[in-house]
């Protein structure tokens, strides 16, 4: 009953809904745990080195810790990507009660899982600011909020640093899903302006789920030529189609 209230009346609605309902976790349904329960918290597939050095990708087998995967060593206009947990299990279904089913509250966790991944990093510990990837503001507003938005505003408060919204979508890309990363970096390039001034800050970007980096490395070749010192990115969940094999490592 309170869903369809909700889906009728918005994401701000469902929000006052669960405070006033009993507190449930809002990923499995366990009673008396709000936002989220102990047991999905700790089933969460966390990523954990060996990764790679530049993408964060999760490795198998003996690697050293500076490994640098074949396509970061080659690809241009790489980035520093860090990735909380696979994108699979209850962390997938967390991200997908927070994005589609308005559970708003869901920010709170998701950027302590952010925040722990942060601290373990002391490049990403020196920033100067988050920039959330934006929604294109129609789709924003169909939805009523931007979930990199609600994570990185938690994050941002537990590190005291500014949230800025320092980039605006221009173009609606279409879905990526069926496109090679070749394709995807096509489809979003241009995609993104810069709007805030960003000249000489070390920023973070935030994104919700991070799949072949194509749309965090356009946003960060538009802050980098807007004059941004330094930019990496983290994300609360990480689609790993298949992990790179580490008779990969030179
Ligand atoms: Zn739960
Ligand atoms: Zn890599």
Redesign the pocket.
């Known amino acids: 009953m309170a869903e369809v209230l909700a889906r009728a009346v918005g994401p701000w609605v469902q929000a006052a809904l669960d405070l006033l309902f009993p507190p449930r976790?809002q990923?499995?349904?366990?009673p008396d745990?709000f936002p989220?329960?102990g047991?999905?918290w700790a089933s969460f597939p966390r990523i954990s080195p060996p990764i790679c050095q530049v993408c964060g990708r999760p490795l198998r087998g003996p690697v050293d810790l500076m490994f640098t995967c074949t396509p970061c060593r080659q690809g241009p206009n790489r980035l520093r990507v860090r990735a909380f947990g696979r994108y699979e299990g209850?962390l997938r279904d967390a991200v997908h009660a927070l994005k589609y089913r308005d559970r708003l509250a869901l920010a709170e966790p998701l950027g302590d899982a952010l925040l722990e991944v942060v601290r373990a990093d002391p490049v990403l510990c020196a920033l100067d600011a988050l920039v959330p990837v934006p929604l294109h503001p129609r789709r924003q507003a169909e939805r009523g909020f931007n979930q990199a938005e609600e994570v990185a505003r938690r994050l941002g408060r537990a590190l005291r640093k500014p949230t800025v919204r320092a980039l605006v979508r221009v173009r609606d890309t279409a879905s990526q899903i069926e496109l090679d990363e070749e394709q995807r970096r096509r489809n979003v390039r241009g995609a993104f302006r810069a709007l805030a001034e960003v000249r000489g800050l070390r920023l973070v970007l935030v994104d919700d789920v991070v799949t072949t980096g194509s749309t965090l490395r356009e946003c960060a070749r538009t802050l980098r030529a807007a004059g941004a010192a330094e930019v990496s990115a983290v994300a609360v969940a990480m689609a790993v189609p298949e992990v790179l094999s580490a008779s990969l490592s030179p």
């Open positions: 976790c990923v499995c349904g366990a745990e989220l329960c047991v999905c209850r």
